[in-house]
């Protein structure tokens, strides 16, 4: 049976991936240079979303904007799930001290908050908080919960036989975490991935939005914390504030639509590991 909403999240996604990666290659000029066209023009023909109070490009800008953000949410996805995932394998299977130890800093990380600390980052940083800190900070933060619910699987899987046989065959620990558990986690990896870019996105917005991040870089946050400083909402400028919003929203259904379907094939194939 198609899974609807993986299919659908999946065709969002790529929409996204197109704006975002193809797209800023055909961009008539560098649409994040200020004074660079006429401001405050109304969408139309020569600029489809309008312009600026800065002279910029709203379409061309948002295109920026959209790599800018997925660049940054894929790295913390990615590097967040493979640290988690690998941890939380190594602490399921070897157990003891080791898996006691993991245990309690996962849980330690977890229970600190994290908007907090990229607040207090940027006031260290004066506001000059670059993607580049962002996205260590989010990762330090978004692996714990990955390698909790792993080493909960971890421990399951390791009972199994096909585990025993591994082991009783001579292969190293991490061949089998690698090449017998891992099979198992694919799915629900993915799911996870996909929760921990729309949990980049939504805490970079929102530091974008307060002022804490560098105003120079161009995200999708970024382009709405202009468009809040200029007044555009005040002045009626609709297509400023409007497109990195809808964007936003749009994203964030397509993450959510892929997450949930992903988790849906985890939980069928979850049910067939049971079975068996």
Known sequence: MMNV????????????????????????EDPTAWQAIGRNRRPGLEHLLGTTSQGQDVFWLATWSVRNSLLLGITVGVAATVIGVLIGLAAGYIGGLFDRVVSFFTDSMIAIPLLPVLILVAAIMRGQLSLAVVAVVLVAFNWPFPARQVRSVALSLRERGFVHTAWMSGESRLRVIVWQFAPYLTSWALANLINTVLVALIFETSIAVIGLSSAGQTTLGTMLYWSLTFQAILAGRWWWYGTPVLAMVILFVGLFLTSSGLSQRSAAIRGRLVAQ
């Open 5 to 28: 909403r993986l299919v659908l999240g999946l065709v969002i996604l790529a929409t996204f991936a197109v704006v975002g990666f193809i797209l800023p290659g055909f961009a008539p």
